[in-house]
Structure formats: C-alpha cells, structure tokens
C-alpha cells in the first residue's frame, strides 16, 4: 500500500511538470518558433506523459490489488465470524441481511480501502504541489483564487454528512429486500401451498420502491453536490481569467506564466471535483463499514475458555447431568434440576410432550446452547471445559430439522469425512446408507449415490432426507450418537429395520434417542420421561409400561392407534 501511495506522488509530480514545460515553451516560442524549438517541447511533454503513465500504472497495480486482498480477507474472516456463532445468534439474525453484509457493504469497503484512498492521497498531493506552484508564479493572485475554497470545504462537510446517513437507509432496506428474497425463496412450497405469490410479489414490490425512494433522495443529493463544487471552482477560474488577463495585459505577468498558472489552476480542479467523490466513497464505506463491525464486534457467546484442555483419548462417551437448570436467556426455565447417568456404550431414549424440553437437553449435550457449568459432563469433564472442537468431533447429531446441502447424495452423507481415500470413502458411504435403509431408495436413482438432492434436499422425501442424515452421522467415528425425533417421518416397518440394524453397531457407543414413539424407545437400556422440564419418570421400557404412569398411558394410546390402523 505504501509502494503504491509512492507511486501516486510520484505520478502526480510528473504530472505537474506538463504546465511549467508550457511555460517556458510559450515564451520561448513567442520570440521565435523553430523546428527544432518545437521537437524538443514535444519530447519533453511525451516524456512527462510516458513517465507519469508508467507510475501511475503501478499505482493503480498496487493499491486496487491491495484492496481486493482486503476485500477477500475481509470476506474470509466475515465468514469465518459466522461460522463462530452459536445457534442462539442465527435465531435472531435474518440470513438475508447477512448476505447483503457480505456482499453490497462489503463492496463498498473495498472502495473505500482502494480507489478512495488511491485518489485521496492522489488529488491531495496534487492539489497542494499545484497550490504550490501557483504561489511561486504569482503570490498575489493565488492567495486571490483559493480564497474560494472556504465555500468548497462548507459544501463537502454538509453534503458528506448526508450522504453518510443517506447511504447508511439505502445499505439497510437493500438488507431488507435481501431478507424478503431469501425468505420467498426458501418457503416457496409454502407460498405456493397457501397460493400466496400476489402477496409475496406485493411486499417484494413494495419493499423495492422503497429502495428505489431511498436512492432517489441519494441521486438528488450527489445531483446537487457535483455541480455545487463545480459552480464553486468555476468561481475562480472566472476571477483568474479577468485578474490574470489583466497581469498579462500590464505586463507583470508573461504569457508563458499565464499559461502554466492556468494549467495548475486546471489541475486543480480535479482534485476538488474528486475530493468530493472521494467523500462520498469515503462516506458509502463508512456507512458498509459500521454495519460490517455489528458482526466483527459481537463476541461469540459459546467459545473455548481459558482453561479449556484436549478431550482425553480414547473417548468412552459416558454422559453425567447434575441438577441442570436452564432458561434461554431472560426467558422462562425450560430444565429443572435434571439429573441422570448415561454409561458409555449404553443407549439413553428421551420421550415427552411436545414442549417438554426435549431437544433443549440434548442441545445443551452438545454445546449448541450454553449449559450453567459444572452440570453437563462427558468422561468426567466438564462440556464448558473442553475445547469445542473435540466435544463436537466425539459427538454425532441428528438434528430435529433436517439439512441436506445442494450437492450429491455421496457428499451429503460424508460431510463430516472428506479426508478419507475416495474409494474408502465411497465404501463408508454405502455401509452407512445400508444401516439408515437408505440403500433401497438409492437403487431407484438413475445417477444412485451421485444423484444430486437440490437445495435443502428438495427432491427427497422427508423419510429419506431423514435416512439421509442419519447415514452422515454414522460416517463419523463419533464415540457418542445423538438422534433428536430423527425416525419422525419414518414409517413404522423401515423405523424398526434401521432400529434393529443401527444396534448393531451402537454396541460400543453412546446412543441418545429422543422419540415419541415408543417402537424407537423399547430397546434403550434407560428411558426418561420429561414433563414441563422435569423428569417424571425413569427406568427401562417392560418397568414403566406396567407402572401406571404417563409412559404406560403412553404405550396404551400408541397400541390402540397401531390396532385402528390395522382395522
């Protein structure tokens, strides 16, 4: 960046040679005009140009280089930033606004970072040298010109100003039309579902005018403001061609010092048109800027803390809750005072209302929330003092809500193991998908594990995007496995082939099951009931179905749905 500036100063000294070659070429030839005279002038001013051409090249080479690397480290480290953010954060943040972060803001820092601090070092140092110049050819006139450029500097602090607020309206409703894109296009089956396209199309529309009122305001604003600094500089040149043609007239003045005065008053009006360019660049990345720093600036709530140490290996898994009370935030308590035990390689179901703070236990397990310390263990450690990214490698979970990314079925499926071989890798798939029973679905693909699923696993059912994530969490070596309702949308005849394989090869793991049916929680060797965040009940399936509580009501209710179905 310095290299660079260096070659801006040094482009503009060239630059400022061209005026006082003609100054001394038009006296000179206004004794006499020769050949000679003529070639000699004409080589100088292609030399100035030739170097001036060159330097300002490598001014342009280093510095708009400079800021595309800003702009790709800048984009790096904001995605990177994201990736840092607990759930918690994505549950208040709307995707949209972050994409517009991460693209319109962020274009508008990089030309804040390049073009505008090229030209502002470039127009500054040109302004000041031709000030310069004019001062050493004629004092008096000079300090007559500049004495316009108050009213210049009062038009570019309250036009800046405004274009710095202005801007900063613009950056946030095109976020919003962002936000209202995204949505659309995520929910489009439900739009469609609800024949809610005039309405969708109507808030776009609207949210779009919007846009176009705030830029217009922004236009009319820059509109004013060019033409405002151009009036001003106009101004002086009208004094300098009455008061300097009345030098020259007197003869206090040489044609040749006319002209090169004129020149250097020339070159100075770029710099004053651009310095207000300059502010609005400056003014628009400030703007980006700030709406950058909300998301650089915000801390990550779940991170590794001073003392966190290396999960010790091998990891068994075993899982211990003590007393754990939770609350999301100020809100109500959703866990009271669990307590339980889970040995390694023993299987753990969770049943419950919906409601009941199922997945919010399971959640804290692996960290996605916070839980208070000194409640959630794994081997005997603290989950708050361990480093996250080895609670996260010996954990595998099965989300309630399922994602699948827009790519192969292969790759969704070895998302978590793309350092294996490939012909390892592809084995591991296909074991995988067998024990999810997704393998019997893949046959009927034309393209089989290559098929590409679409965004968010469109073209699957809910049944096989379940399979589907349930055979990427068996690909990992994960030591504990965590199925939050993931047989949900699996009917009962595949939901007890995958049981059945899936204990196969749970033996020397952790399971945690959180179900509502009770054909997913027969075979765990412990089984809680949870009711409005409180265990109501434990034990294993044949002791609660004949206790008489809610899990037998439970057992009850599902036998006489299987039987109706049935008849």
């Not at 050819?137 to 108050?150: K, N, S």
């Not at 846009?211 to 600094?229: G, T």
């Not at 002086?236 to 020259?248: D, K, M, N, P």
């Amino acid at each position: 960046m310095l290299l660079g500036l260096c070659c801006a100063i040094v482009a503009n000294l060239f630059a400022l040679l061209t005026p006082w070659v003609l100054k001394y070429a038009v006296d000179d030839l206004t004794a006499a005009v020769t050949r000679a005279k003529l070639g000699r002038y004409a080589l100088a001013l292609l030399a100035i140009s030739a170097g001036g051409g060159i330097f300002r090249y490598f001014m342009r080479r280093l510095i708009i280089g400079v800021s595309r690397r800003v702009e790709y480290d800048l984009r790096s480290d904001f995605f990177s930033q994201l990736q840092r953010f607990p759930r918690e954060y994505f549950d208040k943040a709307r995707t949209g606004d972050l994409m517009s972060r991460a693209s319109a803001d962020l274009g508008a820092v990089r030309m804040m970072a390049g073009p505008a601090a090229m030209y502002a070092v470039s127009t500054g140092v040109l302004a000041i040298a031709a000030v310069g110049m004019m001062l050493w050819i004629d004092t008096r006139l000079t300090l007559l010109i500049v004495t316009f450029t108050p009213l210049v500097s009062l038009m570019v602090k309250y036009f800046g100003q405004a274009i710095h607020t202005r801007f900063e309206r613009i950056q946030a409703q095109l976020a919003e039309i962002s936000a209202i894109t995204q949505e659309a296009l995520a929910g489009v089956r439900v739009v469609r579902a609800y024949g809610q396209e005039a309405a969708e199309r109507a808030k776009f529309l609207a949210a779009s005018d919007e846009y176009v009122a705030r830029n217009r305001k922004l236009i009319l604003l820059q509109a004013s403001f060019f033409p405002s600094m151009t009036f001003g500089f106009g101004l002086a040149i009208v004094a300098f061609l009455y008061l300097g043609g009345r030098e020259v007239i007197r003869g206090s003045l040489t044609l040749g010092e006319f002209v090169a005065f004129n020149g250097y008053l020339g070159q100075l009006a770029w710099p004053l048109i651009a310095f207000g360019w300059v502010t609005n660049m400056f003014q628009r990345g400030l703007a980006s800027w700030q709406r950058m720093l909300e998301v650089f600036d915000t801390a990550p709530s779940i991170v590794d803390g001073p003392t966190a140490q290396r999960l010790p290996e091998p990891v068994r898994g075993r899982l211990r809750v003590r007393h754990l009370t939770f609350a999301y935030g100020t809100g109500p308590v959703v866990l009271h005072d669990i307590d339980l035990h889970v040995p390694a390689g023993s299987t753990l179901a969770i049943v419950g209302a919906t409601g009941s703070g199922k997945s919010s236990l399971v959640h804290l397990l692996v960290r996605m929330y916070d839980p208070p310390p000194g409640t959630v263990f794994i081997d005997g450690h603290d989950v708050r003092d361990v480093r996250l990214e080895d609670l996260r490698r010996a954990i595998a979970f099965v989300p309630q809500e399922t994602f699948l990314f827009s790519t192969t079925l292969e790759d969704n499926i070895a998302f978590g193991a793309h350092a294996m071989p490939d012909a390892q890798r592809r084995e591991r798939v296909e074991e995988a998908a067998a024990i999810a029973r997704l393998d019997k679905d893949v046959v009927q693909f034309a393209e089989g594990y290559q098929t590409r699923v679409g965004e968010r696993g469109l073209t699957l059912s809910g049944g096989q995007k379940q399979r589907t994530a349930i055979a990427r969490a068996l690909m990992t070596a994960a030591p504990v496995l965590v199925f939050d309702d993931a047989l949900s949308a699996v009917d009962t005849y595949t939901e007890e082939e995958i049981l059945s394989r899936l204990r196969t090869v749970t033996a020397d793991r952790t399971t945690i099951i959180v179900a509502h049916r009770i054909s997913a929680v027969r075979h765990a060797d412990q089984i809680i009931v949870l009711d409005e965040g409180r265990i109501i009940e434990r034990g294993t399936h044949d002791s609660l179905a004949f206790a008489g509580g809610p899990y037998s009501e439970l057992v009850r209710q599902q036998q006489l749905e299987a039987e109706l179905a049935v008849s």
